[in-house]
Nanobody
Framework: QVLLVESGGGLVQPGGSLRLSCAAP????????VSWYRQASGGERELVAE???????NYVDFAKGRFTVSRDTAKFTAYLQMNNLKPEDTAVYSC??????????WGQGTQVTVSS
């Protein structure tokens, strides 16, 4: 099973920023669409944002104005830039990407902790 390589999580103070990365291992496929999810301890997994095929990006309400989804020009890596982080953003963030054949790949998740 191919897993996406996720990185960028960590501990940050409220108001800080993090950029999460989600990469196709060994550049073996291009990321045509990507969805970012998060799951807080004891909570349900929830959608954060998604980039669909064609490049349109959709954000859920709590992410609008603070989070930005992007992708490198080679389409091997997708990013989630998170600004003005709040304690309630603390969660494990994970990505699901689709290649040109609409096959899905999952990341292992990365912990984001927002705390002073």
């Amino acid at each position: 099973q191919v897993l996406l390589v996720e990185s960028g999580g960590g501990l940050v103070q409220p108001g800080g920023s993090l950029r999460l990365s989600c990469a196709a291992p060994g550049n073996i496929f291009t990321i045509e669409a990507v969805s970012w999810y998060r799951q807080a301890s004891g909570g349900e997994r929830e959608l954060v944002a998604e980039m669909v095929s064609g490049g349109e990006i959709n954000y859920v309400d709590f992410a609008k104005g603070r989070f930005t989804v992007s992708r490198d020009t080679a389409k091997f890596t997708a990013y989630l830039q998170m600004n003005n982080l709040k304690p309630e953003d603390t969660a494990v963030y994970s990505c699901i990407a689709r290649d040109g054949r609409n096959r899905a790949y999952w990341g292992q998740g990365t912990q984001v902790t927002v705390s002073s």
